[in-house]
């Protein structure tokens, strides 16, 4: 099955934070993963926070770097996505980053999987509830 997963997901398949063993289960279940090229981004940008806390070590922040370009996720162009994350972000007053995803899995007709508690309550009753699983 395919899923759109988020940087929320992704980056506890890498670092190991609360709910990564779900995120885990994920890894298990023979999925195939799309992402928009944004999420390399959002994911070293994690890394960083945390190397820079001190909650990671500079190897395991190289490692990280590494593991996004070679990870289980297959990257889609964002271009193609952009009116319509743009028109998401209107829409539903939330993020542009969030709504690439979003608009990815309403492009591929898959489930978008995220940890992202902010996106879930920001789609609360709309129509696209329903293309978003909060990561459990």
Known sequence: M???VDASVAIKWMIDEPDSELADQLLDGGHDFLAPELIVAEIISAAW???????IGAA????IVL???????TYRPMRPLAASAAALAREL??????????ALAEA????????DRRLVA???TTPLA???QPLQ
């Open 2 to 4: 395919k899923l759109v």
């Open 49 to 55: 926070k945390k190397r820079r806390m001190g909650s």
């Open 60 to 63: 395991q922040y190289d490692d």
């Open 67 to 73: 593991r996004v370009a070679d990870g289980p996720i």
């Open 93 to 102: 007053d939330h993020p542009v980053y969030d709504c690439f995803y979003l």
């Open 108 to 115: 591929e007709n898959v489930p978008l999987v995220t940890a």
């Open 122 to 124: 920001a789609l609360g």
């Open 130 to 132: 329903g293309r978003v």
